[in-house]
T-cell receptor
Framework: GAGVSQTPSNKVTEKGKYVELRCDPI?????LYWYRQSLGQGPEFLIY????????DSGLPNDRFFAVRPEGSVSTLKIQRTERGDSAVYLC?????????????FGPGTRLTVL | SQQGEEDPQALSIQEGENATMNCSYK?????LQWYRQNSGRGLVHLIL?????REKHSGRLRVTLDTSKKSSSLLITASRAADTASYFC????????????FGTGTQLKVEL
């Protein structure tokens, strides 16, 4: 079946602009996660949705970052007034959320470059 | 923030040899997982070990977990060139929900 998909695969923007990154999870997966990975580092957690609601947004670095999942499926990560330090690969993952031994399935990521 | 460190940061071996990577973490965990990443993009889940387990196998992979030392190791036996990738350990921290906290990763290169 189809895996997690993310669009666009690459996004180049200028400092100060607004960007939206989209994630399509695996059909039927209740949980959706966003992570950010800087060059040479492991991914860092941003936000986690159970259904439509954000169950944990403790990883969002500041109020320029916001994510939604209005119908409990597709999610959009929104970044306002982008800064060069936001450049990274943004990864989305989904899981069935059957318990604490959930396997998270990752998408290919969106590489964001802020000039 | 990163949960812990992986060791070594980079490892280069010949095809057919075994590769061992180590992971240390800082806090109490529910489980620890290992992921592989090719070319800095999508992560592939390899294996999960629960906090009450000490060893687990999956094909050519063997994972150990020592909760008293807060460490884990991943052994890849009879490595292949296709195993070349970055390997990350990730923990589900006790009381931290289901989010993953990743280590810094080991870059493995398997040469022909």
């Amino acid at each position: 079946g189809a895996g997690v998909s993310q669009t666009p695969s690459n996004k180049v923007t200028e400092k100060g602009k607004y960007v939206e990154l989209r994630c399509d999870p695996i059909s039927g997966h209740t949980a959706l996660y966003w992570y950010r990975q800087s060059l040479g580092q492991g991914p860092e957690f941003l936000i986690y949705f159970q259904g439509t609601g954000a169950a944990d947004d403790s990883g969002l670095p500041n109020d320029r970052f916001f994510a939604v999942r209005p119908e409990g499926s597709v999610s959009t990560l929104k970044i306002q007034r982008t800064e060069r330090g936001d450049s990274a690969v943004y990864l989305c993952a989904s899981s069935l959320l059957t318990g604490r031994t959930d396997t998270q399935y990752f998408g290919p990521g969106t590489r964001l470059t802020v000039l | 923030s990163q949960q812990g460190e992986e060791d070594p940061q980079a490892l280069s071996i010949q095809e057919g040899e075994n590769a061992t990577m180590n992971c240390s973490y800082k806090t109490s965990i529910n489980n620890l997982q290992w992921y592989r990443q090719n070319s800095g993009r999508g992560l592939v889940h390899l294996i999960l070990i629960r906090s009450n387990e000490r060893e687990k196998h999956s094909g050519r992979l063997r994972v150990t977990l020592d909760t008293s030392k807060k460490s884990s190791s991943l052994l890849i036996t009879a490595s292949r060139a296709a195993d070349t990738a970055s390997y990350f350990c990730a923990t589900v921290v006790t009381g931290g929900g289901n989010k993953l906290t990743f280590g810094t990763g080991t870059q493995l290169k398997v040469e022909l």
